[in-house]
């Protein structure tokens, strides 16, 4: 088997070149600071301060900078650990003070290797400037990377968190579809025998695929679509003539991605609450389309309405619920939900969910 040649220098490809030139954009600024400073206490050209300045920082920061990528390679945190961090720096403040004092030399027109004649305090307050910024440069570095590793990880663990509350709330919500359906299996037994065994055949075909469906986070639009039908079909064995539906997904918007079963909850709530205290049932339409950058869903039927609906006995509350608990956790403030009387000249009751498209 053969394989291809390793991506040349990874480690300084994407967000750690980013980072490193960052680095080195933030050292440039400190260096023009102690330019400027220099200038001020001790007299002489800027620009022979910033020429200097500017040497010992970038060869400081480039060498420093470099080092840590190729020692650490993919960690967290790229700064080495134990001694070869004190290694890296004093190695680096070493070479930068030596380089920036020979290209400063050379700009100056100052005889090579001059800053070692300095006078003993000349050459101590450049060593001492340069192992201070450099010290000093390294650890707000190494604090920014920090910080910046806690973030992620707080931002993995929020993630973590919200993944588990939506497979809670997906765990809960499927046993208290099962359960109603078995309810309603269980009084057509006793009333027609062949439609029960019809209906548990579309039961058994319908917990088929969805127990052996991923237990992915969201999945398509038309997914949700699918699995809404096959609930329906599942119903309509039991209402037989009472129950009429429509489901409209245009599609641009097959592909988009929701929380599974968000609008069975929805479906049920109308049947149970709408068409079933009806002698006659009645219709439901699902609908979905585009509103600007939202998508909007809509739930309707031509059942009895929200103010002759039979008192909840705790299900509907309980899949009303779960639908806007998993809105909330998904989309936060940015999604709704309102239930209102159908614009249907039958009558009725219409749930309306609300969230923005991805980008």
Known sequence: MSVGPPAA????????LRDMLRHGLITAVFCCLIACALTI???GGWAAHLVYSLSIGLISWLFIDTTRLLITGHRDIRWPLGGRGYVVVVVGVTLGFMGGNFIGDA????????????????????????????IGMCFFFYSLGKSKHLQSQIDLAQRDATEARLKLLETQLEPH??????ANLRVLITIDPPRAVAMLDRLNSYLRVTLS?????????SAEFDRLGDYLELMSVRMGERLRYTLELPDDLRDVPVPPLLLQPLVENSIRHGLEPKVEGGRIAVRAHRDADRLVIEVSDTGVGLGAAAPSDGGSGFGMEQVRERL??????????????SPDPAGGTCATL???LPA
């Open 354 to 356: 609300s969230f923005p």
């Open 107 to 134: 700009w100056t027109g100052a005889p090579a290797f001059d800053f070692l004649a300095f006078g003993g305090h000349k050459l101590a307050t450049g060593v001492v400037i340069t192992v201070v910024a450099t």
């Open 41 to 43: 206490t001790d007299g």
């Open 9 to 16: 220098f990874p480690r300084f490809g994407g967000e750690n």
């Open 328 to 341: 909330a956790t998904v989309y936060g403030e940015r999604s709704r939900m309102a239930l209102a009387p």
């Open 213 to 221: 469906g991923s237990r992915a986070l969201s999945h398509p639009l």
């Open 177 to 182: 579809m099962l359960f109603n359906t078995l």
